[in-house]
């Protein structure tokens, strides 16, 4: 439920708030529920609940991009912790500076782990929209990170049983 | 192209299972996309990662959750 309110919101303050009215609500309205969904029968109380307080309130910021910049490290070495963290703190950074749209459909698939239904539900959109907004916002992210060293992609399927190109140079094949 | 198309919703696991057969195996040949299915692998992961809840939301939530019944009642 917190992760689906932060994606909704873009505020962790605020999403703790989502989540605790929302808790109340669904309390409240245990004896309406009609016991087939509870997933999804959850996430309308939290959408519910985001758009019953915003009407109350005009919505904030989004969250400080310099957080994150400031936690990026400046010197990454070859060890593969640290292509890690510089890797996570990119791919924050690159959310961050995602359209709003793009980040809050990208936080509700990767981070709160929803369908693409299930995305669509909580945000009251059509799940082609959720598609495109999904698959424009990770090519974005993807686009930032050129050159960037990407952990374990060694490993993946179709890279693996081939020659790397410094391989097919040294052989003469290029 | 196709495959490239349907690359992420397949890493979603939201294609069809003929599509993922399709995309599966197209993925085992071309470095190419198997390359760009790992970079998508490793954001996907990576923002995975950044739902961690701190402990302390993680407490102050659970706590509330607990209180919730007597609450509901004011």
Redesign the interface.
């Known amino acids: 439920m917190y992760r689906v309110a932060l994606a909704i919101t873009g505020d962790r303050a605020e999403a703790e708030d989502v989540v605790q009215d929302s808790l109340l609500r669904a309390y409240r309205a245990l004896d309406r529920f009609d016991g087939t969904s509870p997933r999804a029968w959850l996430l309308t109380i939290v959408r519910n609940t985001h758009i019953n307080r915003n009407r109350r309130r005009r919505p904030m910021l989004l969250g400080d991009p310099d957080d994150i910049n400031r936690r990026a490290p400046s010197a990454p070495g070859a060890d593969a912790q640290v292509i890690a963290a510089v890797f996570d703190s990119r791919v924050e950074a690159a959310l961050q500076a995602l359209p709003a749209d793009q980040r809050s459909v990208i936080q509700l698939v990767d981070v709160a782990a929803l369908s693409y239904q299930q995305a669509a539900d909580a945000l009251g959109v059509p799940v082609g929209t959720v598609m495109s907004r999904l698959h424009r916002g990770r090519k974005r992210i993807k686009k930032s990170l050129s050159g960037l060293a990407v952990p374990g992609v060694g490993d993946e399927p179709g890279t693996r049983d081939q020659p790397g190109i410094r391989d097919q140079i040294e052989r003469g094949d290029l | 192209m196709e495959v490239a198309r349907a690359l992420?919703?397949y890493l979603?696991g939201?294609v069809d299972h003929d599509t993922a057969r399709r995309v599966?195996a197209h993925?085992?040949?071309?470095?190419?996309?198997?390359?760009?299915?790992?970079?998508?692998?490793?954001?996907?992961a990576?923002?995975?990662?950044?739902?961690d809840?701190d402990a302390l939301?993680r407490r102050?939530?659970e706590e509330?959750?607990r209180r919730?019944?007597e609450?509901?009642k004011g």
């Open positions: 992420q919703s979603d939201e599966g993925l085992r040949v071309c470095k190419r996309c198997g390359m760009k299915a790992g970079t998508y692998r490793a954001i996907k990576s923002l995975a990662r950044t739902g809840l939301t102050r939530l509330f959750a919730v019944p609450q509901a």
